[in-house]
């Protein structure tokens, strides 16, 4: 509330946005997306002489299919540039750029920003491959800190009769590539096969996914982000499985 929004169009207006910046006397540009978004933005720091960072969400910088999935959605297994162009026949990038083409438009950007931030160890030495020389600093997006709560406490495992059934949540809204088709999968696996597994989705999945009585899923539907530890709760798992 009372914050004062300005809009431009960058393909007109790129030096009025310039001029607004320098009287506000920004001394950083904190980028955390560049999709869909003008070129032109991305020289905005040189053009005001000033530092920018980088927030790594995805994969988008190495792959414009974002999330290094293949066309069954399972991970591609970052092949050479030969199969990366392969794919991009079928999946074309912006522009239709081969993928060195579309390495090397970003690698000034990454590399010369003052730090990139990546969510994890795994994701900063995946990008170091691709742009050694950038500065990647895995850390957190959330700044805030989980503390464990006392109201929420695993089942025991070792139950005897009817209910020695293992209770598996999944949480969040599934698409394809956060495993709600690998979710569907493995309820009616352990239906078909009379498996003790209960599988419980605190969300929803992209498409509507089979369940009980035709898997051992049920779906609880969207919720609040401060509905989730009162749901945690109340179905009690054994195991909290992100499929992604």
């Known amino acids: 509330e009372g914050a004062i929004k300005f809009y431009f169009k960058i393909t007109g207006d790129i030096e009025d946005l310039l001029l607004v910046l320098r009287c506000f006397r920004i001394v950083n540009i904190h ?3 560049t999709i869909g978004s003008n070129s032109s933005l991305l020289s905005l720091p ?16 190495i792959c414009p299919q974002i999330a290094l999935i293949n066309t069954k959605g399972s991970y591609c297994g970052e092949p050479d540039d030969k199969g990366c162009n392969e794919c991009l026949k079928v999946r074309p990038a912006p522009e239709d750029i081969g993928i060195e083409s579309w390495r090397s438009k970003y690698s000034a950007f990454l590399e010369g920003a003052q730090y990139c931030l990546a969510p994890s160890n795994d994701t900063a030495k995946r990008f170091k491959r691709y742009y050694p020389q950038a500065k990647i ?10 503390t464990p709560n006392e109201n929420i406490s695993k089942r025991q495992l070792n139950q005897t009769g009817k209910e020695k059934r293992l209770r598996i949540v999944v949480v969040g809204a599934l698409s394809t590539m956060k495993g709600a088709d690998k979710l569907e999968r493995m309820a009616l696996y352990a239906k078909n096969n009379q498996l003790p597994l209960d599988f419980i989705l605190i969300g929803y999945g992209y498409r509507n996914l089979l369940v009980e009585p035709e898997s051992n899923l049920t779906i609880s539907g969207e919720y609040k982000e401060d509905e989730l530890t009162g749901l945690l709760v109340q179905y009690a798992p054994d195991i909290v499985w992100f499929p992604a």
Do not use: R, V
């Open 46 to 61: 040189e053009q005001l002489n000033i530092p920018w960072n980088i927030t790594l969400h995805d994969y988008y910088f």
């Open 137 to 146: 600093t895995p850390i957190y997006h959330e700044e805030s800190a989980y």
């Open 31 to 33: 980028y955390h997306h």
